[in-house]
């Protein structure tokens, strides 16, 4: 059905991102689409998607040669991808911005679009507060709306980028479930995902591209180890050794209520995190991790409640875009967001030494980028957050809350996240771990609570609770 022949993609700022890449989609078949971050598996979808223009080669539909001058002329096409990071209008309700597809006039929703839209939402096994404002919800509820934005609109291809990195366990699998139904529809999917078992568990082929070059096509039944490999050549085993027992406490929150439009967002939250410990709080999205970390990092006031921090404060958010960078300055500038006293002399920034600064978390990160003067949005949204942690991280803080911090990271720089983490536990600060990936908390937590509607149902020493256990009180049972 679709052809991509020989695509090459340069960026404005020398960022050789795709180099000759072909691939072919055939109806009715999902293809996982895997690699490292920067490895160009988006860039090459958004080209699909209208979103870049190739540099060179051709984009055959059906036996036509097409070039897309948007996203609308892939819109038209049967084309539609559902971004890692969401294009919705967060000042309007989600139901708002479904009501744009009917025009610029707002015309608003009928009965038959409200009820189709519910109907999509059911079989996706999604919950969506229809009349909230975006900007006010948890990220995993406007990935769904994206979804159903994006099968509203009729695609016959539908990309899907890290679609599962906002979304529960239980989510996970009503979304591969509905993939399947898509597939058994004649309708293509295709899949970017750094998760391996989620792809050999929906893929029916596997294309990996490693630094702008497709290296390798596999069938659902090729070993995970295989895959690694390709993905990232030999992986780097890093050492997640856990030295030294829990010290004082450097931060205690004690009975903390937020409200949001009204209705109790946190219902008396208490937690401590101490010194060579990492406090991992697990939970489906979506049931107030965000209002907590917002409270703890001063971006929202508690209705009432105290938190005590004791010494310096890093703060790694979910959301890189929209809270740790500034897309269109760069990567030396945001390199220094929130250290850049230690650049400046008598009112004014040694730039000198902020590149080097900047070439050294570069280097040490391995972020691939063209160096410290790069635009931070050329960059994929992998090598932003190595950025955004690798920045963090050099901050020498006694408090680390580091929320959703391996979000759309691949295997090999989720394994390194992983043991900046332990290394700054090990060397003395606590950190609070926000994570929806169970396995993520499993691993690193020495101290492990569940939040559910705001509150904090069950805190316990990581060796002493089943995953059962935290399913359950995830699941408010």
Do not use: C
Not at 81 to 109: F, R
Not at 411 to 425: G, I, P, Q, S, W
Request: no cysteine.
């Amino acid at each position: 059905m679709i052809q991509l022949r020989e695509i090459h993609k340069v960026f404005p700022d020398g960022t050789y991102a795709l180099k000759g890449v072909s691939l072919e989609l055939k109806p009715g078949e999902v293809v996982a689409l895997l690699g490292e971050n920067g490895a160009g598996k988006t860039t090459l979808m958004k080209i699909l998607a209208g979103v870049y223009e190739p540099t060179r080669g051709e984009i055959i539909i059906e036996g036509k040669r097409v070039r897309f001058k948007g996203a609308s002329d892939a819109f038209k096409a049967g084309i539609a991808m559902v971004h890692q990071h969401l294009s919705l209008v967060e000042e309007l309700t989600a139901l708002e911005n479904l009501a744009l597809l009917k025009g610029p006039l707002l015309k608003g929703v009928d009965k038959e679009m409200r009820a189709r839209l519910e109907d999509l939402a059911r079989s996706l096994g999604f919950e969506v507060d229809w009349n909230r404002p975006v900007g006010e919800m948890p990220l995993g509820m406007r990935q769904r709306v994206e979804i159903i934005k994006a099968l509203y609109l009729g695609a016959r291809v539908l990309i899907l980028d890290e679609p599962t990195s906002l979304l529960s366990p239980p989510e996970v699998k009503g979304l591969i479930d509905t993939v399947r139904r898509l597939k058994s529809e004649g309708r293509t999917v295709v899949f970017i995902t750094h998760k391996i078992p989620e792809a050999l568990s929906v893929a029916d082929r596997i294309v990996v591209l490693r630094r702008g070059e497709k290296v390798g096509e596999f069938g659902p039944n090729v070993s995970p180890d295989m895959l690694v490999e390709a993905m990232v050549g030999k992986a780097k085993a890093w050492s997640l050794e856990r030295r030294g027992g829990p010290g004082e406490e450097v931060l205690a929150v004690k009975d903390l209520w937020a409200y949001e439009r009204g209705r109790p967002v946190l219902q008396g939250v208490s937690l401590a995190v101490r010194r060579r410990e990492i406090h991992a709080i697990a939970g489906v999205e979506g049931n107030g991790q965000e209002a907590l970390v917002d409270v703890l990092v001063s971006l929202r006031r508690p209705a009432r409640g105290e938190v005590k921090i004791s010494g310096k404060l890093a703060y790694i958010p979910d959301d890189r875009h929209t809270r740790a960078m500034v897309l269109d300055l760069p990567l030396v500038h945001n390199a220094i967001l929130g250290v850049h006293r230690r650049f400046s002399k008598a009112g004014a920034l040694d730039w000198g030494r902020a590149r080097e600064f900047a070439q050294k978390l570069i280097e040490e990160f391995s972020v691939v980028a063209p160096g410290p003067d790069a635009l931070a949005r050329s960059l994929s949204g992998g090598n932003q957050q190595k950025l955004v942690v690798a920045r963090e991280l050099s901050k020498g803080a006694d408090v680390v809350i580091a929320h959703q911090p391996t979000r759309g990271l691949d295997v090999a720089t989720t394994e390194y996240v992983h043991k900046l983490l332990l290394d700054v536990r090990n060397e003395g600060a606590g950190v609070l771990l926000v994570s929806s990936d169970l396995d993520e908390v499993l691993k690193l937590a020495d101290t492990i609570s569940v939040m559910y509607r705001g509150r904090i149902v069950i805190t316990r020493p990581a060796g002493s609770i089943s995953v059962e256990e935290i399913g359950k009180a995830m699941a408010g049972l």
